[in-house]
């Protein structure tokens, strides 16, 4: 079975350049999160979906960060510009949400460095 | 709101021996907790998850972890080391589940000396 599925796997690009990370969860699920993880900071949740609803997006650090999810196989998390200090690991994970325990299921991430 | 610290964020172990990564947590309700598994370049894979059936939990590859209320602790451990744990594992804790989202520690990195 397909995982979740993130692209670009690396991202290099300049300050002030627009840059989209694209996330596919699994076939089924409803929740879908969006996390970053640096060095200094851990994993930060940005932003979670519900049924392509934001949900939360109280971890998404300005206005320069922006999310959708347009159906439920696809999301994406857009910076725009870009600077140095978004230079990290992003993670979109997607869950099963039945009322009940739920598990996240991590894509593999997307490395961005911004120069 | 939740939170959980990871007590170290380096720990060495001889393989073959005990492995024990800490992990306290605070919540304001009822907690859901978990532990992840990061190994380079990848994502994150459960190991475990805590939910209030049972306080000691088993997962895969031979981890378990125990959860006590009275400590608000929920230490990994597996009794005999391996190379291939080699890995960053991380302690999450959700008040709903894991639904919310999960907040996690900052990680511990996981050496085994040969």
């Known amino acids: 079975d397909a995982g979740v599925i993130q692209s670009p796997r690396h991202e290099v690009t300049e300050m002030g350049q627009e840059v989209t990370l694209r996330c596919k969860p699994i076939?089924?699920?409803?929740?879908l999160f969006w996390y970053r993880q640096t060095m200094m900071r851990g994993l930060e949740l940005l932003i979670y979906?519900?049924?392509?609803?934001?949900?939360?997006d109280s971890g998404m650090p300005e206005d320069r960060f922006s999310a959708k999810m347009p159906n439920a196989s696809f999301s994406t998390l857009k910076i725009q510009p870009s600077e140095p200090r978004d230079s990290a690991v992003y993670f979109c994970a997607s869950s099963l949400r039945r009322g009940g325990v739920g598990e996240l299921f991590f894509g593999e991430g997307s490395r961005l460095t911004v120069l | 709101a939740q939170s959980v610290t990871q007590l170290g964020s380096h720990v060495s172990v001889s393989e073959g021996a005990l492995v024990l990564l800490r992990c306290n947590y605070s919540?304001?309700?009822?907690?859901?907790l978990f532990w992840y598994v990061q190994y380079p370049n990848q994502g994150l894979q459960l190991l475990l998850k805590?939910?209030?059936?049972?306080?000691l939990v088993k997962g895969i590859n031979g981890f378990e972890a125990e959860f006590k209320k009275s400590e608000t602790s929920f230490h990994l451990t597996k009794p005999s080391a391996h190379m291939s744990d080699a890995a960053e594992y991380f302690c999450?804790?959700?008040?709903?589940?894991?639904?919310?989202?999960?907040?996690f520690g900052k990680g511990t990195h996981l050496i085994i000396q040969p």
């Open positions: 999450a804790v959700s008040a709903q589940g894991g639904a919310d989202g999960l907040t």
């Open positions: 805590y939910t209030s059936a049972a306080t």
């Open positions: 076939s089924g699920h409803n929740s």
């Open positions: 979906f519900n049924n392509n609803v934001p949900i939360d």
């Open positions: 919540s304001s309700v009822p907690p859901y």
